[in-house]
């Protein structure tokens, strides 16, 4: 049922609460009943949570990069879906499983999250400004439909720096072997109980909400041979790992098991299968780093998908001199008639969008006038003219006017995408990545 390793630097403005991501190709004018018709439109709201992973931290981040990371992909497949989605990241570097539920205990009370009551010395600069919009990631988790959920590297960060890069477990004294295991022990305890204490604080914020959790992956080089995995470190403490790695994914399994037997619907992705695939071609660990690189992230991206939805879309080819793909309610515009963009506004031929939206299309060929309804809405465009009329209401186009383009043998009349689709009161997104327009209703 839908309701409705370092220290790291990201992006310094927060992508936060509903924002929709329009830049490109959004309608420069507030149509009207537009906000109206928004609430009113069954909408897929999507929250991210947890660490760097969620973040979509890349190696080499400064505070102007943007992330690209699987909460995009799986966004951009929402919209694939036509559904008309919505996304709210709130991945924090450095987050521990124990930092999780500290935030979310303060978000279900509505008590000041301030980051020394959350988790000390975070090393993400943005986190006072994430935290400070806690009282609206109580409200997206309350309206959310989907939360995808990525925690427990840093849990367990601290181990890996005990046991060091060059060290050989089975050469350690007998007191440093326990006193690992007994650090592993604690920690996977510490996973468990908090990890099992958030979800439940996101089920008892919202029952009905979906909840994809990622798994961990372990961030060594290894070479396989015959089905076998060589890692290329020393192999007694490559076994150490793998197994503490195996626990972490066990406590995983029990508690999402154990939710899922209350009824509550929670799912886990396998990142580590994903990743390790290619674990020098999806992560930066040859530059010292753990983090996924923009094609692991992509590969994560598609795994999140096919466990969402069975599948995983992208664009089709576009051919030389095609700017941009037109995606309507999950279906790709495929035409003989290319978008065309204007100063920055994507125009495209008109009966190519209205068979795409379904509306009806009428032509008052004595004021060279386009009448669009579908619906309650109708929406009249005439060539040459700089406005726009939404339900007998002239506004300003915010665009370039509709104008004729003249094919061998033929004219077209192209009209800017963005405006008839906001008149009509669908969703308009631009995805400069994949440039791509996602127009749902």
Not at 141 to 165: C, Q, R, V, W
Not at 168 to 180: G, H, N, P, Q, Y
Not at 325 to 339: I, M, Q, R
Request: glycine content about 8%; overall charge negative.
């Amino acid at each position: 049922m839908i309701r409705k390793c370092k220290h790291f630097a990201l992006v310094a403005t927060v992508i936060l609460a509903t924002s929709v991501h329009t830049s490109g190709i959004a309608a420069a004018t507030a149509l009207p009943g537009t906000e109206q018709m928004d609430k009113l439109r069954e909408q897929y709201r999507i929250v991210a949570l947890g660490d760097s992973l969620a973040a979509g931290y890349e190696f080499g981040f400064d505070l102007e990069s943007v992330p690209y990371g699987f909460v995009e992909h799986v966004y951009e497949q929402a919209l694939f879906q036509g559904e008309r989605a919505f996304y709210s990241n709130y991945g924090v570097l450095g987050l521990r499983t124990e930092g999780l539920e500290n935030w979310l205990a303060l978000a279900e009370s509505g008590d000041a999250a301030q980051a020394e009551l959350i988790q000390a010395e975070l090393p993400d600069p943005r986190a006072e400004v994430i935290f400070d919009q806690t009282p609206q990631l109580r409200e997206d988790i309350e309206d959310a439909d989907l939360i995808l959920l990525s925690i427990g590297s840093n849990d367990f960060s601290s181990l890996m720096k005990d046991l060091g890069e060059e060290a050989v477990f089975e050469d350690l004294a007998t007191s440093e072997k326990d006193e690992l295991k007994a650090g592993l022990q604690s920690s996977l305890d510490t996973y468990e109980a908090s990890l099992s204490e958030s979800l439940r604080t996101l089920v008892g914020l919202n029952d009905e909400v979906k909840i994809v959790v990622s798994n961990q992956y372990l961030p060594i080089p290894f070479i396989s041979a015959r089905g076998k995995r060589n890692y290329l470190i020393d192999e007694s403490t490559a076994q150490f790992l793998v197994e503490g790695q195996a626990k972490i994914h066990e406590r995983l399994n029990l508690v999402a098991e154990e939710l899922r037997a209350e009824g509550y619907d929670i799912e886990v992705v396998d990142a580590a299968n994903v990743i390790e695939r290619s674990i020098l071609g999806f992560t930066t660990v040859k530059e010292g780093d753990i983090h996924p690189t923009r094609e692991g992230y992509e590969a994560l991206g598609k795994a999140f998908s096919q466990l969402l939805w069975g599948e995983y879309h992208e664009v089709k080819d576009r051919a030389e001199g095609v700017p941009i793909s037109v995606v309507v309610n999950g279906e790709e515009v495929l035409t003989d008639y290319a978008p065309v963009i204007i100063k920055g506004r994507t125009f495209l031929a008109i009966r190519d969008i209205t068979d795409a939206m379904g509306a009806d299309l009428k032509w008052d060929a004595e004021t060279d006038t386009a009448i669009i309804s579908l619906a309650d809405r109708q929406v009249e465009l005439t060539i040459g003219a700089d406005t726009i009329v939404v339900n007998g209401e002239t506004l300003p186009l915010g665009a370039e006017p509709a104008f004729l383009k003249q094919f061998p043998g033929e004219k077209k009349t192209y009209v800017p995408l963005a405006a008839l689709s906001g008149g009509l009161g669908f969703q308009v997104v631009y995805r400069a990545e994949m440039k791509a327009a996602f127009i749902n209703e």
